[in-house]
T-cell receptor, first 117, second 110 residues
Framework: EAGVAQSPRYKIIEKRQSVAFWCNPI?????LYWYQQILGQGPKLLIQ????????DSQLPKDRFSAERLKGVDSTLKIQPAKLEDSAVYLC???????????????FGPGTRLTVT | TQLLEQSPQFLSIQEGENLTVYCNSS?????LQWYRQEPGEGPVLLVT???GGEVKKLKRLTFQFGDARKDSSLHITAAQPGDTGLYLC??????????WGAGTKLIIKP
């Protein structure tokens, strides 16, 4: 079974530029998450999709970040314009999220390391 | 607001020693998961515990969920350099989201 795919793996941009990240979840996983992880810290949820609908985007800085999940499969996360504090690893995860099981096991991609200079 | 506190934040020990990492909260979780993350990679799921008092073993790793489902521990016996990494605990809430701890950075020296 193929894992969660992300691209690019690394990106260096200047502040005020824009950048986009792509994620392809595990086949059949209805729920997709985008996280921001600062070095040495736990992941911070940015947005959660269930199929192609947004479940939670309360921690997404909507003035500069946007995300979409067309057709309930692939997803893109965009930052425009980028700030220095956006330097982080951006992780995509997917989950079956089967109702009633009580377990929410998430499977992560390798992440995209973003450096804003 | 649900929070998970992990301790210690950082641990550096010699190969062959034992260690325990703790994950504590004042909230009850439906499940508790442990992940390990290596540099340049995403977190990898190690185990999920769902029942209060549950104990699971994965080779030299022993995971325990507290009776009240508010805390968990990870014990590693005879640590090896391959155990080096960032260990993250995460509690499941009702919205298919995980509440994450800040992580324990573990270094095992040969």
């Amino acid at each position: 079974e193929a894992g969660v795919a992300q691209s690019p793996r690394y990106k260096i941009i200047e502040k005020r530029q824009s950048v986009a990240f792509w994620c392809n979840p595990i086949s059949g996983h209805a729920t997709l998450y985008w996280y921001q992880q600062i070095l040495g810290q736990g992941p911070k949820l940015l947005i959660q999709f269930q199929n192609n609908g947004v479940v939670d985007d309360s921690q997404l800085p909507k003035d500069r970040f946007s995300a979409e999940r067309l057709k309930g499969v692939d997803s893109t996360l965009k930052i425009q314009p980028a700030k220095l504090e956006d330097s982080a690893v951006y992780l995509c995860a997917s989950s079956l999220s089967t109702p009633g099981t009580g377990t929410y096991e998430q499977y992560f991609g390798p992440g995209t390391r973003l450096t804003v200079t | 607001t649900q929070l998970l506190e992990q301790s210690p934040q950082f641990l550096s020990i010699q190969e062959g020693e034992n260690l325990t990492v703790y994950c504590n909260s004042s909230s009850v979780f439906s499940s508790l998961q442990w992940y390990r993350q290596e540099p340049g990679e995403g977190p990898v799921l190690l185990v999920t515990v769902v029942t209060g008092g549950e104990v699971k073993k994965l080779k030299r790793l022993t995971f325990q969920f507290g009776d009240a489902r508010k805390d968990s521990s990870l014990h590693i016996t005879a640590a090896q350099p391959g155990d080096t990494g960032l260990y993250l605990c995460a509690g499941g809430d009702s919205n298919y989201q995980l509440i994450w701890g800040a992580g324990t950075k573990l270094i095992i020296k040969p």
